[in-house]
Every structure is written in C-alpha cells, then in structure tokens.
C-alpha cells in the first residue's frame, strides 16, 4: 500500500464520518466565537478530506 492511497483511503473515511463530529457542536449551542470558530474549522477540514478522499478506488460503484 502506498503513502498516497492510504492518505487517500484516510480521507476518504475522514469525511464519511466528520459528520457525526457536527452532532454535539449543535446540540451545544452555537452562541460563542469559539462554537463557531470550531463549527467553520470542522466544516474546512470536512471539505478538504472530501476532496483529498474523492479519488478514493473503493468508492465507485461497479
């Protein structure tokens, strides 16, 4: 397995599964710079392993 498929293979479940990481940002309540600072950097890292994991082999449908 190479460096690159791994990072890849990394992102790719990174971003399947940040979603759950939104759950107690929310039910926290957004009413502090720091609530949102967190909610924009989870979002940020969210999209930036979607785009890292979208080449992903696994992820096709055959």
Known sequence: MHLGHAITAACFWLGTLL???????????????????LLFGLLAVHALALIVGHEYPDSRTR
């Open 19 to 37: 979603p759950v990481a939104y759950l107690p940002v929310f039910l926290s309540g957004i009413d502090s710079v720091g609530a949102l600072s």
